[in-house]
């Protein structure tokens, strides 16, 4: 577990889970949709992105962006939420991106002080992410709320 990040074992934990659903006869057949709510939306956002067979993500008061966590002077959320030098790579709308053509639905998204923001600055920060959902021909799969 050294030199393991927190938010990673987290999300092979969402992975491992969905894996187990996966397996169990009663779920045969049926789309996996996952929730999750502050910190259980990044963890079912990277799941989806990472993993195919989970059909929908849904998250609820879910950071913006981790750009947004490094222009807060005091930001609110959880430490294991963070990853270092993320932003040399990508942010969050990439990774909501990477979920596409699958449905999401990004629901009460909050600022790094976890205030809610309104739906017009979640949708401008997620332009890209809309791009690659309009190119994959599922525009309307992206849902801001």
Known sequence: MIGR???????WD???????LRARPEAAGRPLRVRGEGLGGLLA?????LEESIA???TQAMLVSYQALL???VPRFHLNA???RVLRSFDLPEVAAAVAPRPLT??????ACRETLPVEQ???????????YQRLGAPQALRVR
Do not use: I, N, W
């Open 5 to 11: 990040l927190l938010l990673g074992m987290r999300v």
């Open 14 to 20: 969402v992975l491992s889970a969905a894996s187990y």
């Open 45 to 49: 956002l990277f799941a989806a992105a």
């Open 56 to 58: 929908e993500v849904e």
């Open 71 to 73: 222009e807060t002077p």
């Open 82 to 84: 963070y990853l270092p």
């Open 106 to 111: 990004l629901q009460g998204t909050v600022d």
């Open 122 to 132: 979640v949708e401008a920060l997620y332009r890209r992410t809309a791009e690659a």
